[in-house]
T-cell receptor, first 114, second 112 residues
Framework: DVKVTQSSRYLVKRTGEKVFLECVQD?????MFWYRQDPGLGLRLIYF???????EKGDIPEGYSVSREKKERFSLILESASTNQTSMYLC?????????????FGQGTRLTVV | GNSVTQMEGPVTLSEEAFLTINCTYT??????LFWYVQYPGEGLQLLLK?????DKGSNKGFEATYRKETTSFHLEKGSVQVSDSAVYFC???????????FGAGTTVTVRA
């Protein structure tokens, strides 16, 4: 079974803190993604990566950065957390190349910024 | 670009009722289509998929048929259970694009 594991289920951070959300996948997938999910807004793509050290902005990259130093790990960084970044964060991975394949999701991290 | 439109919720049903969630899509290429389910407090799980026109995906009593002529992928279940209460997302993946395009999600509540 494909496993995508996010480092925390719940996180509470203070405004202004630097926050790291970690995601690891064990299926040798090329693509990895970070989404945030908010009531009434569905899933919005923050960043994605199609290879090690490669990244592209999604729909809402402002206030976030990412790091992919190894194929299996994709980190989302909130440089200076703000209350409007309180949300559910979902990591996903998929095969790359020309295949139009499904993505596999982690269990989510519910982040609260106070 | 690619986009997915699914019927808005919330949808509330009684146990053993018939469920349909409509999904239509716009895509520039030849997409694969998916339904994901999200149970409360969890991440998304793949429910079923179809990779070409007229394919039928099925799982756990749910079905959806890839209709290219109507650009649709409607989700159906003949007899829902309380345990089917969840948020359902329609999505597509195009070989010309790395990422999935998701619909807004439909919240389904099944009452005993």
């Amino acid at each position: 079974d494909v496993k995508v594991t996010q480092s925390s289920r719940y996180l509470v951070k203070r405004t202004g803190e630097k926050v790291f959300l970690e995601c690891v996948q064990d299926m040798d997938h090329e693509n990895m993604f970070w989404y945030r999910q908010d009531p009434g807004l569905g899933l919005r793509l923050i960043y994605f990566s199609y290879d090690v050290k490669m990244k592209e902005k999604g729909d809402i990259p402002e206030g976030y950065s990412v790091s992919r130093e190894k194929k299996e790990r994709f980190s989302l960084i909130l440089e200076s957390a703000s209350t409007n970044q309180t949300s559910m964060y979902l990591c996903a991975s998929s095969f790359g190349g020309v295949r139009a394949t499904e993505a596999f999701f982690g269990q989510g991290t519910r982040l609260t910024v106070v | 670009g690619n986009s997915v439109t699914q019927m808005e919720g919330p949808v509330t049903l009684s146990e053993e009722a018939f469920l349909t969630i409509n999904c239509t899509y716009t895509a520039t290429g030849y997409p694969s289509l998916f339904w994901y389910v999200q149970y409360p407090g969890e991440g998304l799980q793949l429910l079923l998929k179809a990779t070409k026109a007229d394919d039928k995906g099925s799982n756990k009593g749910f079905e959806a048929t890839y209709r290219k002529e109507t650009t649709s992928f409607h989700l159906e279940k003949g007899s829902v259970q309380v345990s089917d209460s969840a948020v359902y997302f329609c999505a597509l993946s195009d070989r010309n694009d790395y990422k999935l395009s998701f619909g807004a999600g439909t919240t389904v509540t099944v009452r005993a």
